[in-house]
């Protein structure tokens, strides 16, 4: 059976720090892979990429510093570590992995093939 199964979410205080866990069974890992997220009311949108074909890393603005995304062959498990958190980062956490990427959209949800059910992040006092 294939799927991605999403783990780590939960609910943390503001600053705090949370990991994201991401493990593909029944495939493997593509070239690309992306966390995307969803607060109520809003779009999904691309949290952060990376290609390992051509190095390509991507993070959204509201994210840069605070988040890191990396990857674990040997375990097919993709992860999003992530820092300082901030109530905006209140979502529903999907991973995602594809062949390839827009170079104008490079974290699209578009170009990913194949999805995780999400995990809960809510971060609160």
């Known amino acids: 059976q294939v799927q991605l199964v999403e783990s780590g979410g939960g609910l943390v205080q503001p600053g705090g720090s949370l990991r994201l866990s991401c493990a593909a069974s029944?495939?493997?890992?593509?070239?690309?892979i992306g966390w995307f997220r969803q607060a109520p009311g809003k779009e999904r949108e691309g949290v952060a990429c990376v290609s390992m074909r051509d190095g390509m890393i991507y993070y959204a603005d509201s994210v840069k510093g605070r988040f890191g995304i990396s990857r674990d062959n040997a375990k097919n498990t993709m992860y999003l570590q992530m820092n300082s958190l901030k109530s905006e980062d209140t979502a529903r956490y999907y991973c995602?992995?594809?062949?390839?990427?827009?170079?104008?959209?490079?974290?699209?949800?578009?170009?990913?093939?194949?999805w995780g059910v999400g995990t809960l992040v809510t971060v609160s006092s």
């Open positions: 029944g495939f493997t890992l593509d070239y690309v």
């Open positions: 995602a992995t594809g062949q390839g990427y827009d170079i104008h959209y490079p974290c699209h949800s578009n170009g990913m093939d194949y």
